[in-house]
């Protein structure tokens, strides 16, 4: 079984540019986070979605994040436009609801913004 | 959720068991400890956890205190791959999704 898979795996974009992540989730796994590590940092929490519903978006840290998920299935989280301070590793995970379960997260997105 | 502290770093050498302890004074009673790993370059991977009685798995055991105040993850025999951060988070049942809290976490070093 496929694992979570996040795209593209690197991203070096201008300040100012816009960039769009992408998160499979495992099959079947309807929920779905987005987190970030940026440089020396703590990884935290951005978003969580219950299908296609955003359940939780505390974390996402100012309106140049969007992040979408159309039909339950995969994710995107756009960034428009990019700042400096967003470089950093985006990650995303899944799960499975109603089953007791750990948060599986795929190999993250490194972005540099410059 | 109840937060933990962890020491900032170890140095474990290959073949040693490393022992990372955490404290989590403030844990409930139907909260449960949950231990995960960064390796770099890596998402963050699940390792094990437990409420109240000793663990163990593939990966590690997992002890945790009496009184549940603190526990220790144990790799047996550290291999230079361990080399990580670890965290220790609290978090509520197993069947709860909500987010995950990543504190500073461990840096284990496993040298040759």
């Known amino acids: 079984e496929a694992g979570v898979t996040q795209f593209p795996s690197h991203s070096v974009i201008e300040k100012g540019q816009t960039v769009t992540l992408r998160c499979d989730p495992i099959s079947g796994h309807d929920n779905l986070y987005w987190y970030r590590r940026v440089m020396g940092k703590e990884i935290k929490f951005l978003l969580h979605f219950v299908k296609e519903s955003k359940q939780d978006e505390s974390g996402m840290p100012n309106n140049r994040f969007l992040a979408e998920r159309t039909g339950g299935t995969y994710s995107t989280l756009k960034v428009q436009p990019a700042e400096l301070e967003d470089s950093g590793v985006y990650f995303c995970?899944?799960?499975?609801?109603?089953?007791?379960?750990?948060?599986?997260f795929g190999p993250g997105t490194r972005l540099t913004v410059l | 959720d109840a937060k933990t502290t962890q020491p900032t770093s170890m140095d474990c050498a290959e073949g040693r068991a490393a022992n990372l302890p955490c404290n989590h004074s403030t844990i409930s009673g139907n909260e449960y400890v949950y231990w995960y790993r960064q390796i770099h370059s890596q998402g963050p991977q699940y390792i094990i956890h437990?409420?109240?009685n000793n663990e163990t798995n593939e990966m590690a055991s997992l002890i945790i205190t009496e009184d549940r105040k603190s526990s220790t993850l144990i790799l047996p025999h550290a291999t230079l791959r361990d080399t990580a951060v670890y965290y220790c988070?609290?978090?509520?049942?197993?069947?709860?999704?909500?987010?995950?809290?990543f504190g500073t976490g461990t840096r284990l070093q496993v040298f040759p």
């Open positions: 437990g409420l109240k």
């Open positions: 988070i609290v978090r509520p049942s197993p069947y709860n999704t909500d987010k995950l809290i």
């Open positions: 995970a899944s799960r499975e609801t109603g089953v007791p379960d750990t948060q599986y």
